[in-house]
């Protein structure tokens, strides 16, 4: 288990916690309340800031839940928060509903946070590259993608 240092900007808020031991994100709440009408986003603080060893990053990912009883999600998904990042990790949430407002209170659970190891690679420029069987196909060349109306009903 690695030890990340975290400074409470906002010494009432949690810090991030795994819900359960084998979770991959640690939960990250907001500090402010907040209301997002239909297609508005905001910058939302979480009153966290950390120092993640170098050849880590996290990345801040939207909510399962929220996303499917409110539609609530994060604009650029995963936010990524470089290891010499020491301002405040902020969220910015989006409201996909179409006519429902989602109202948020300090203290909810917005987001949760994956700490991964990350690799730095050099970048050596050649004007060939090696063969392989994908080549260059991309964008659904294997076929088997589902239509545009085609969705899935939640129940
Ligand atoms: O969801 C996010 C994404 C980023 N950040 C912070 C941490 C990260 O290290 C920094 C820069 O993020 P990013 O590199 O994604 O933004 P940029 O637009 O490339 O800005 P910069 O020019 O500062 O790198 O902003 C957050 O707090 N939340
Ligand atoms: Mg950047």
Request: charged share 20%; hydrophobic share 25%; glycine share 22%.
């Given at each position: 288990m690695l030890d990340v240092t975290v400074t409470?900007?906002?010494?009432d808020v949690a810090l991030p916690?795994?819900?359960?031991?084998?979770?991959?994100g640690a939960d990250l709440v907001t500090t402010v309340d907040v209301s997002l009408a239909p297609g508005e986003r905001a910058l939302v603080p979480t009153g966290i800031a950390m120092a993640l060893p170098d050849g880590f990053a996290a990345f801040v990912h939207p909510r399962s839940g929220l996303a499917l009883r409110a539609g609530l999600s994060i604009v650029n998904a995963p936010g990524t928060i470089d290891a010499g990042y020491r301002g405040e990790i902020k969220v910015l949430l989006i409201n996909h509903d179409r006519s429902e407002t989602v109202t948020l209170s300090r203290g909810d659970r917005i987001a949760q946070l994956v700490v991964q190891r990350v690799e730095h690679v050099r970048f050596v420029e050649s004007e060939v590259l090696p063969e392989t069987?994908?080549?260059?196909?991309?964008?659904?060349?294997?076929g088997g993608h589902a239509t545009a109306d085609v969705h899935e009903e939640s129940s």
């Open positions: 409470r900007l906002d010494p916690v795994y819900a359960h031991p084998g979770d991959a069987a994908r080549g260059s196909g991309g964008y659904g060349s294997t």
